[in-house]
């Protein structure tokens, strides 16, 4: 005959398994990512340049990038779409080719990982540009060429200075384990020397369309 005070026992155990096995109702609010301010926003780049794995290098003068952050907080990764990417004339490369390059968007521009300092020392995120999708056209002395190139590029936001109009978007792979582009339906004899990856490099002065750049967080 079991005694009161074992099976009171019994059921205080099994009460507390439950409760412990039972997510938390006051557990805190889950960490998110912030973008101030959101909305549109517009990048700026000087030298951009795509490198295949041969080592076969295109450059553009110049180029240009816009899109839109939306209403924070966000879960991420996902923190921003790129809706345009044009990268303007002259673009250049090997054996005095000349190239254009039109893209296909939306991209997306995804947060990894959230650090203190950056170039302004106010913070700086890890990340990545997916989705990427892009025709090369060009035409060299060894003919005409056409590809395609799409994936995802490694990438670092740079917070602006406080109140500040100087935050950039720093394409640059790291030196391991960078993404890497996938090149394909390559079309013409120019192509023949073309490689089967690319990495992309450059860096882009971001701003929204109030002026000052946005300032992105993780709390």
Same mark, same amino acid.
């Given at each position: ?29 889950? !960490? &998110? ?5 959101? =909305?549109?926003? #517009? @990048?700026?780049? %000087?030298?951009? *340049?795509? $490198? ?62 959230? !650090? &203190? ?5 106010? =913070?700086?995120? #890890? @990340?990545?540009? %997916?989705?990427? *999708?892009? $025709? ?74 109030? @002026?000052?750049?946005?300032?992105? *967080?993780?709390?």
């Amino acid at each position: 005959m079991l005694k009161k005070s074992s099976v009171l026992t019994a059921v205080g155990a099994a009460v507390a398994a439950i409760a412990l096995a039972a997510p938390s109702a006051t557990a805190g609010t889950t !960490a &998110a990512w912030t973008v101030t301010p959101s =909305g549109a926003f #517009t @990048g700026s780049a %000087g030298v951009t *340049s795509l $490198t295949d794995n041969i080592g076969n290098q295109i450059k553009c003068a110049t180029a240009t990038a816009s899109g839109d952050a939306p209403t924070s907080p966000t879960a991420g990764p996902q923190l921003a779409s790129i809706t345009a990417a044009a990268f303007n004339a002259p673009c250049t490369g090997p054996f005095n080719s000349t190239w254009e390059i039109s893209t296909s968007t939306p991209w997306t521009l995804n947060g990894t990982s959230y !650090a &203190a300092g950056g170039t302004n020392g106010t =913070g700086v995120v #890890t @990340g990545n540009i %997916g989705s990427i *999708s892009a $025709t090369v056209t060009g035409k060299s002395v060894l003919g005409e060429c056409t590809f395609e190139v799409t994936g995802s590029v490694d990438a670092k936001y740079n917070n602006p200075s406080s109140g500040g109009s100087d935050g950039t978007l720093d394409v640059a792979p790291p030196t391991t384990g960078a993404l890497l582009l996938s090149i394909g339906s390559k079309t013409g004899p120019g192509c023949n020397i073309v490689g089967a990856t690319a990495t992309f490099k450059g860096s882009y002065s971001i701003k929204h369309s109030s @002026g000052v750049s946005p300032v992105i *967080s993780y709390s």
